[in-house]
């Protein structure tokens, strides 16, 4: 008889907490009867899984190979799972979805009000993350879709452009000298206060690569973790400017772009999905939503 779906759930836990005790904790179970049961499944495929012999429970050769087909084996599960819950006509449905932090600025709200316009029984769970981690919760299953960059992206993850994001300086409506339409050269941007995301945010680092390549350092008074914190910190302090998407600003009546010469490099947002992932009517809505969305609000062409 071969292995169980319990067996390999099992082993996999006890490969991540390196112990039985604790394994067997966090699946509800006693110790004795989770070492039987790996004993099991060892005896089952005919090899050894695990190395009991240090103070850490570590598989073997052959364990480290079983538990990535065994991983593999239970997200196609799950994926079956859903596949048979899906419902073409969307009276029910469920997508997770991920995106990196600018586009939860001014893309989610619209998307989430179209969504549940056209269609209210699908529900959707959010995530904000960076690009790298959204890829590989892809590739793991624990997303549908993603919304992110293009640009190299892990094996086994496929893009889609969506739009052109511009980004640009913007300072608060009634900073002195708003009334100058001429853009700002780039080398008096080495003199101007910030505040700017911090490092951990892509774009953040595709704003650092601006100033690399036109050798400015300009100083950063605040860095911050959220747009909302950044849009804030402008509004009230008329000194300081950031640099946000274009589309953020022409949400914030408070706020104004300053042109910039030479203008900071476009980037292309993407919907990003695993390629062998099975799509559903769920995912399938969402990705004619997201189109439509895009082109309502007249986001330029990628």
Do not use: C, W
Request: no cysteine.
């Amino acid at each position: 008889m071969g292995p169980e779906l319990r067996h390999l759930r099992y082993l996999i836990a006890v490969a991540e907490h390196g112990n039985f005790t604790r394994a067997a904790e966090a699946l509800t179970i006693s110790q004795p009867t989770l070492s039987q049961q790996i004993k099991q499944l060892e005896r089952s495929v005919g090899a050894q899984l695990l190395d009991r012999s240090g103070r850490t429970v570590r598989l073997t050769d052959a364990g480290t190979a079983y538990v990535h087909y065994a991983r593999r084996a239970l997200r196609e599960l799950a994926a079956a799972d859903r596949a048979v819950l899906d419902v073409a006509d969307l009276t029910r449905g469920h997508l997770r979805l991920a995106m990196t932090p600018t586009f939860t600025a001014y893309l989610l709200g619209p998307l989430v009000a179209a969504v549940r316009d056209e269609h209210p029984g699908l529900t959707l769970e959010v995530h904000e993350e960076p690009q790298d981690r959204i890829e590989a919760g892809l590739l793991a299953d624990e997303i549908d879709l993603g919304i992110a960059f293009e640009g190299p992206h892990l094996p086994g993850v496929s893009a889609t452009a969506l739009f052109a994001e511009t980004l640009g300086l913007v300072a608060t409506a009634h900073r002195p000298g708003a009334e100058d339409p001429r853009p700002m050269p780039v080398d008096r941007l080495g003199g101007q206060p910030l505040a700017l995301l911090s490092a951990d945010f892509a774009t953040r680092r595709h704003i650092d690569a601006y100033f690399a390549h036109h050798r400015i350092d300009p100083p950063i008074a605040v860095e911050a973790d959220t747009i909302q914190a950044l849009t804030e910190i402008v509004r009230r302090t008329p000194l300081l400017a950031t640099v946000l998407p274009d589309a953020i600003t022409d949400d914030h009546p408070h706020l104004a772009p300053v042109p910039l010469d030479p203008p900071l490099p476009t980037r292309v947002a993407a919907l990003l999905r695993r390629e062998s992932a099975y799509r559903s009517a769920a995912a399938r809505a969402f990705t004619r939503v997201v189109a439509q969305v895009v082109r309502d609000r007249g986001y330029p062409a990628p």
